[in-house]
């Protein structure tokens, strides 16, 4: 059995997959992945391998001034042809209108997808291939998110924010003379997408303890190991260091990786994550543009790490949470639902009388059951996985990171509704339901 921790990452996407010690076998057979200075040479073979001939290659006025005088050459050389759709919008989002986009300029002679970009691109590209039934090749542009290698896309319909399951890319190859270039912001959300894996990790062990979901210590393992490399090698990425650049793209790649292994986006993505969820659907709702995902998570993963350190000089008290339950009333549930989630507070309200019951009695009995029977086992997964939040401040501000919600336009109540409000994103246990469960979540202020 081979430690996932240890493998390459051609051994973790080869075809066959690897068992694992959870009693899974972990596959994300891929095509081909590269990940180095001059990987789009690479493009052709990656091609052929993929089986396809003609790619229908999408790019935006951002990513094809970044890379396709890298790519055309490649193509040209190595006579492709392709269909060449940019978007035209300096501020594209990832909406059914830019994948209607792709759509109407589909071209049904091409047999794969070929994105040039990095987030929105990607997820677009996914879920055009995914509908399209032909296979997907992404050349990144930027290491700024780890949806590179992940089984989903991050999509807005209706205005709300929603994860499309799409399977995974057939080929990546992120080339670091071209990713080096990206924005700086662009460098430095991923690092803060890569920080967030702290508090992922240690949230998912809780969970595991405390409602009894799926955890694979491997794989954990192998996050763990991909963040250190990243935070090692962090102090070059300002300067645009190709090594500091490759670190964060490879463990970005390596938490796709982990999402796609466990099925779930546990091992990437916890509390931290859901700060950024709200704030993003608070612009949507305000009709502002998102800030990037990265930027958003690393504060998140700061604030999280303060929810950690309340949670450290908590004693926690039966009676208090008990009391906290006796006295929840639906009703004013629903009025700070709909303060907080605006237009989309219908579906959370529909979702959780009909489908989550995270707000059921009986269940909330039997979660602080185990949360008290094993506090301090808690808190030992918190030694164990969680940084001091000042090691991790000083990380941020040496990589010239925004470091708090003030920073990206949001305020005082904005943090608040955004911890509130987390936990009725979606039926995941994050740090803020242990918050609920312990009657602490309405009280505490994080600013
Ligand atoms: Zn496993
Ligand atoms: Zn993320």
Not at 101 to 115: F, H, K, Q, R, Y
Not at 358 to 379: G, P, T, V
Request: proline letters at 4%; aromatic letters at 8%.
């Amino acid at each position: 059995m081979i430690e996932l921790s240890l493998a390459s990452l051609s051994e973790l996407t080869c075809r066959e997959g690897l068992a694992c010690a959870c009693g899974r076998r972990h596959a994300m057979p891929m095509d081909y992945l590269c990940i180095g200075a001059g990987a789009i040479q690479n493009i052709p073979d990656a091609l052929k391998i993929m089986g396809c001939s003609r790619p229908f290659i999408v790019c935006d006025v951002n990513t094809k001034a970044a890379a396709w005088d890298f790519v055309q050459p490649v193509l040209k050389s190595a006579g492709i042809t392709y269909t060449l759709y940019c978007f035209r919008q300096l501020q594209l989002e990832p909406d059914e209108y830019a994948v209607g986009s792709l759509i109407l300029a589909w071209d049904e002679e091409c047999d794969c997808v070929m994105g040039i970009g990095s987030g929105v691109i990607n997820d677009c590209c996914k879920v055009l291939s995914h509908c399209a039934g032909v296979k997907q090749m992404i050349v990144g542009t930027a290491p700024s998110m780890d949806g590179y290698a992940s089984n989903t896309a991050a999509m807005i319909h209706d205005h709300m924010k929603m994860s499309v399951d799409t399977g995974y890319p057939d080929a990546i190859l992120c080339d670091i003379d071209i990713m080096k270039n990206a924005p700086l912001r662009m460098l430095q959300a991923g690092l803060g997408d890569m920080i967030a894996k702290y508090t992922a990790i240690c949230e998912w062990r809780i969970s595991h303890l405390v409602t009894g979901e799926y955890y694979c210590e491997s794989i954990a393992a192998m996050i763990r190991t991909a963040v250190q490399k990243v935070t090692g090698n962090a102090s070059g990425l300002r300067q645009r260091d190709p090594k500091a650049v490759q670190a964060v793209t490879e463990g970005l790649i390596v938490a796709g990786i982990g999402m796609s292994f466990a099925g779930v986006p546990r091992p990437a993505a916890g509390q931290e994550h859901f700060f950024s969820h709200m704030w993003d659907m608070f612009d949507l709702n305000r009709g502002l543009p998102c800030d990037l995902h990265g930027i958003h998570v690393g504060i998140g993963t700061l604030l999280t790490l303060k929810m950690y350190d309340i949670l450290r000089r908590t004693i926690p008290c039966r009676k208090k949470a008990e009391d906290f339950t006796a006295s929840f009333e639906d009703i004013q549930w629903q009025c700070m639902i709909r303060r907080i989630y605006g237009p989309a507070a219908d579906e959370v309200i529909e979702k959780e009388h009909t489908q989550y019951h995270k707000n059921d009695l009986a269940a909330h009995e039997q979660r602080l059951n185990i949360i008290l029977a094993h506090w301090q086992d808690i808190l030992g997964i918190m030694d164990e996985e969680l940084p001091p939040l000042n090691e991790l401040e000083a990380l941020m501000q040496q990589a010239g990171m925004p470091m708090s919600p003030a920073a990206l336009g949001f305020n005082h109540q904005d943090v608040q509704d955004a911890l509130v409000g987390s936990r009725d994103n979606r039926n995941k246990y994050l740090l803020s339901s242990l918050f609920w469960d312990l009657g602490l979540l309405y009280e505490t202020d994080l600013n």
